[in-house]
């Protein structure tokens, strides 16, 4: 089990520009979260998803939008990128959406934004 | 929404001594709380969480406290090891509403000192 892959690895974009992150869940998943993590601070939770739909959101602008396949997977996407969207990408995992379901986390995609 | 404070953001401690990270939150309706470990440039891995109805939980040489009347939560590390050297975070969980992103503190840096 490959676990939770998210692809690419490293991103640099400019500003104004629109990129797309992708997650592949952890086998047995359905559930997919995503957070942002700024230099030195903890993830912050940016939505949630589950059968196809956003379950949840946290306090991020539209700019921030996602979508789920019938596979599971995931991807985030960014418009109009500010400098200050550069941080790690973290997509996690679980099977489920129950409360106690553990959140399995990939290991990022680091985004750049010049 | 739900507000996670951690302290102390740097701990230094002597190996083989034990080191505590305290957690306060906001919302009475959280019922879950995972403590994350994230090793630098790597993914955040669950090492031990604690639901609502629970005081207190070990695992080895870890364990959690929760006081649900203070609103706090504690993670306790005895006989540190020079690999208990990591950032960890703690968060909290609500799934009322269909609540159910997590809320993490800012993280704090355990040195383990030879």
């Known amino acids: 089990d490959a676990g939770v892959t998210q692809s690419p690895t490293h991103l640099i974009k400019t500003r104004g520009q629109q990129v797309t992150l992708r997650c592949s869940p952890k086998s047995g998943h359905d559930t997919v979260s995503w957070y942002q993590q700024a230099l030195g601070q903890g993830p912050q939770f940016i939505f949630q998803y589950y059968e196809e739909e956003e379950r949840q959101r946290g306090n991020f602008p539209d700019r921030f939008s996602g979508h789920q396949f019938p596979n599971y997977s995931s991807e985030l996407n960014v418009n109009a990128l500010l400098l200050g969207d550069s941080a790690l990408y973290l997509c996690a995992s679980s099977p489920g959406t129950g409360v106690y379901n553990e959140q399995f986390f990939g290991p990022g995609t680091r985004l750049t934004v010049l | 929404g739900e507000n996670v404070e951690q302290h102390p953001s740097t701990l230094s401690v002597q190996e083989g001594d034990s080191a505590v990270i305290k957690c306060t939150y906001s919302?009475?309706?959280?019922?879950?709380f995972p403590w994350y470990k994230q090793e630098l440039g790597k993914r955040p891995q669950l090492i031990i969480d604690i639901r609502s109805n629970v005081g207190e939980k070990k695992d080895q040489r870890i364990a959690v406290t929760l006081n649900k009347t203070a609103k706090h939560f504690s993670l306790h590390i005895t006989e540190t090891q020079p690999e208990d050297s990591a950032v960890y975070f703690c968060?909290?969980?609500?799934?009322?509403?269909?609540?159910?992103?997590?809320?993490f503190g800012k993280g704090t840096h355990l040195i383990i000192q030879p």
């Open positions: 968060a909290a969980k609500y799934s009322g509403g269909g609540a159910d992103g997590l809320t």
């Open positions: 919302d009475s309706a959280s019922n879950y």
